[in-house]
């Protein structure tokens, strides 16, 4: 098997001109892979770009960097396509169910907002890009690490750095354990297959339309993983109204920064 060629995204938005760089270099890229975060108990706090520190760096950048590496990502040569894999909290969040009244989190700001806030947007934004026919050989995966022992919460206060360290040490999974479950659909797609059963919801290759909007059915493309590796699924709130409004969204954020979505 090839090594896959990955990119590793633990930055933010300041990497953007490397992607650029990256994709007019030439060349195929493999799987793109966003650990990017924080974990803090702050209220919204503003970057340059004026959008909130955590946000940016759980979704906007996130949204960014993959939209930015659509081209190179299309040129892969894997078997089974090359993976662009989140992690952060597939199969974990709830939906943030404000994103009509509030969709970029400035009046509602709240830690369980924010978490939820980004999980949800990266489900509906990774399965449109999926939708898109130019991305079919493309497997988007947002992917739960669990809890793992890793230095998760060092901008918390030490009353609660404390106990969490402490947790780690009891409960925590290592790194190496949960890396090996992370990377499992990149290698699998370097020998054949993403290995994961696609979720119902959403605009992919269903049978038919329920209450809410939302398609049932098989489809391919966008994924949730488990902690575990296994497959998840899209929350209830998983509906083509939604996808359409968190593309608009983060279209409109992405372009204050310059970075233009594909059409």
Not at 40 to 50: A, C, I, L, R
Not at 78 to 104: I, Q
Not at 174 to 193: F, N, Q, T, W
């Amino acid at each position: 098997m090839t090594r896959p060629r990955t990119a590793v995204v633990v930055g933010a938005t300041n990497g953007i001109d490397i992607a650029r760089d990256v994709v007019v270099g030439g060349g195929g890229i493999d799987a793109l892979v966003m650990t990017q975060g924080m974990a803090t108990m702050q209220k919204f706090k503003p970057t340059v770009d004026g959008n909130d520190e955590k946000l940016t760096l759980h979704y906007w950048s996130r949204a960014a960097f993959a939209s930015c590496l659509l081209p190179g990502l299309r040129r892969s040569s894997m078997p089974g396509g090359s993976v662009v894999l989140s992690v952060l909290s597939g199969g974990v969040h709830s939906p943030y169910n404000k994103y009509r009244e509030d969709p970029e989190l400035r009046t509602n700001y709240s830690v369980i907002n924010a978490a939820n806030f980004a999980g949800y947007y990266t489900d509906l934004f990774l399965d449109e890009l999926a939708s898109r026919p130019a991305n079919a050989s493309i497997n988007f995966v947002h992917a739960a690490p669990g809890f793992v022992a890793t230095n998760l919460g060092a901008e918390m206060p030490s009353y609660l750095r404390g106990p969490i360290r402490a947790m780690q040490r009891l409960m925590g999974k290592s790194p190496a354990k949960c890396a090996g479950y992370m990377v499992g659909p990149i290698l699998r797609c370097g020998i054949g297959d993403v290995g994961l059963e696609p979720p119902s919801g959403g605009r992919g290759g269903g049978d038919g339309d329920d209450d809410d909007g939302a398609i049932t059915g098989r489809r391919r493309g966008a994924y949730i993983m488990n902690e575990d590796g296994t497959s998840g699924k899209f929350t209830k709130g998983h509906t083509i109204e939604a996808m359409d409004r968190v593309w608009g969204t983060t279209r409109d954020v992405l372009g204050r920064a310059g970075i233009r979505l594909e059409d």
